[in-house]
């Protein structure tokens, strides 16, 4: 029995290298000349696509590897930097800042593809806002949520892997797709502080990395027959076993 288990884990490992995510557009902010790189819309390190900031936030250069570090494994060359912004507006005014990821889907199908995933790192400075949501838009004018907000809950953290999946058929094939990250009151009325004990402040930073748009694809029709085999002989066995 222990045999077969393995038999299916191996099958079931199979099959989700089957259906692997395929990255379209990915930035890592790193650069050997940070001194001259455009941190106002930074260039993706993978694919193409547009990054930019709204609603009077500003950007520049931040460590990459400090308070922890993101998830970027990149070590010194080129160096390892993350994208810090700021001016994020008043306390009271959530939604109104953020940054900006415009990113063509054009050529990624709903018959090849099941879904959409949106990904970043994120690092919270003390006074940065403590909730950011993630949005969309399908037609570069309409924004919609994607999921619910994410919770910041302590500064000068990295806060690694936020991931968002879209299905949205109208976000297929799509060259006016785009994905922001904006402030959020979350459960309040209000923005607040990532750390506790601090005060909300326009001023605090988040700090962005791995930000990355990836597309799954739907998987051949074989590996479902395949995984479905397996797990009928998995069946078949377990009941010989209790039968014996």
């Known amino acids: 029995m222990k045999k077969t288990l393995l038999t299916l884990a191996a099958a079931a490992a199979t099959f989700v290298s089957a259906a692997s995510a395929v990255t ?3 930035w890592n902010f790193n650069t ?3 001194a001259s790189f455009n941190w106002n819309s930074p260039a993706p390190s993978t694919g193409f696509g547009t990054a930019s900031l709204f609603g009077g936030a500003t950007g520049t ?3 990459g590897i400090s308070n922890g570090g993101s998830s970027d494994t990149t070590a010194g060359s080129p160096p390892n930097y993350g994208w810090q912004t700021l001016t994020y507006g008043s ?6 800042a953020g940054v900006q990821f415009a990113i063509s889907t054009v050529g990624f199908t709903s018959a090849a593809y099941e879904s959409f995933t949106f990904s970043f790192d994120l690092r919270h400075s003390n006074t940065s806002s403590r909730y950011e949501q993630v949005q969309y838009t399908v037609d570069g004018t309409n ?4 999921g619910s907000y994410f919770d910041g809950n302590a500064g000068d953290t990295w806060f690694k892997g936020r991931t968002v999946i879209i299905t949205d058929p109208a976000i297929f094939d799509n060259e006016l797709v785009a994905f922001r990250v904006t402030t959020s009151n979350g459960p309040g009325t209000s923005l607040v502080a990532s750390n506790t004990s ?4 326009s001023s605090g ?3 962005f990395d791995m930000v990355t748009l990836s597309a799954t694809p739907i998987p051949e029709p074989s590996a479902f027959a395949a995984l479905a085999g397996l797990g ?8 010989r076993r209790r039968h014996a």
């Open 205 to 207: 930073t988040w700090r």
């Open 32 to 34: 050997t000349d940070a």
């Open 143 to 146: 924004w919609l949520n994607a």
């Open 24 to 26: 379209i557009t990915q």
């Open 232 to 239: 009928a002989l998995g069946f078949a066995a377990s009941r």
């Open 198 to 201: 601090s005060t909300y402040a």
């Open 91 to 96: 306390g009271t005014n959530a939604g109104a």
């Open 61 to 63: 250069s931040g460590s």
